[in-house]
């Protein structure tokens, strides 16, 4: 959806532009998920000078700050950058170029991927980031009922299911975890390749500090893989941190990553089938694994 020059959404980004000396020449919205009770939406952006941005709505100015906090987190690795910010709204750069196909990266690409999601994990907290209620391995556990239960409910899983699901993570439940800068969706989908062959990461409104094991799970959930581009993502990822603790305990964070990605999918109407299947498998301790994987 295309829209005039007096037809912005939301005057946050008309006084987000102003601040980049840019004035709008047309505006797109280019949001891929959207709810009925969160304010949230993204547009793409050409000024009349050329320019091209993006702009995004957070739910609220203090979502929209907590994200701010992280930004210097990005430093140094290739994630699109903030230009301003406004009320809700940030203006973001426009990283031009190609879509990304999972099937199409190369073991080099996938190796160079695992490092930059490590070393995002493995940045400093920055000090404006409060650290009193940060989120642990008892909230997941806790979180991770509630998505099960609501699961049940809607018809989506049986509840013998279900109490297999729990019994399973409680047996694998880490007692131990590192907290760090974590991204959320790191997966191809949100990935631009740019005429210079380097592949940028452009949706970064998920990142928060929470457990790195998690960010982990949650991109293997996200990202299909064959064995080998996981053999090289693992070999990658492990050149900046330790896998250590992640492999210990990795059906916990299957489970956990695997029913959030089918709650967030079955509220978008999307297809959740592929994930109950690697949720069987891991019911049925598969041969097939517990990470979805890629055919191709």
């Not at 099937?103 to 490092?115: E, G, I, K, M, P």
């Not at 760090?180 to 970064?204: A, K, L, S, Y």
Request: charged share 25%; glycine share 6%; net charge positive.
């Amino acid at each position: 959806m295309t829209q005039n020059s007096n037809q912005v959404p939301d005057p946050e980004i008309a006084k987000g532009l102003a601040s980049i000396g840019g004035e709008l020449s047309s505006i797109e919205e280019v949001t891929t998920l959207r709810t009925k009770t969160k304010n949230r939406a993204c547009y793409r952006i050409g000024l009349t000078d050329g320019r091209t941005v993006k702009a995004r709505c957070f739910a609220s100015i203090e979502k929209r700050q907590a994200f701010m906090n992280l930004i210097p987190a990005l430093d140094g690795l290739p994630f699109n950058r903030v230009l301003t910010a406004s009320g809700c709204v940030v203006i973001e750069e426009w990283i031009s170029g190609s879509a990304v196909q999972s099937h199409s990266l190369t073991s080099d690409d996938t190796r160079q991927l695992a490092t930059v999601l490590a070393r995002l994990n493995r940045k400093r907290i920055p000090s404006t980031v409060r650290t009193k209620t940060l989120q642990g391995i008892e909230w997941h556990v806790s979180r991770l009922g509630n998505l099960l239960q609501n699961l049940v409910k809607k018809n989506r899983i049986e509840s013998s299911l279900a109490g297999k699901l729990l019994k399973i993570a409680e047996a694998h439940q880490p007692k131990d975890f590192e907290l760090g800068v974590i991204h959320t969706d790191f997966h191809p989908q949100n990935m631009i390749r740019c005429p210079n062959d380097e592949i940028w990461t452009i949706d970064n409104e998920g990142l928060r500090i929470g457990v790195l094991d998690f960010d982990l799970g949650r991109c293997l959930t996200r990202w299909a893989m064959t064995p080998t581009q996981r053999k090289t993502f693992f070999h990658g990822y492990s050149e900046v941190r330790s896998l250590a603790p992640f492999l210990e305990h990795q059906t916990f964070w299957a489970i956990n990553t695997l029913v959030l990605t089918i709650e967030i999918n079955d509220n978008h109407g999307r297809s959740i089938d592929h994930f109950l299947a690697r949720l069987n498998c891991v019911t049925e301790n598969s041969k097939d694994g517990i990470w979805p994987v890629s055919r191709q």
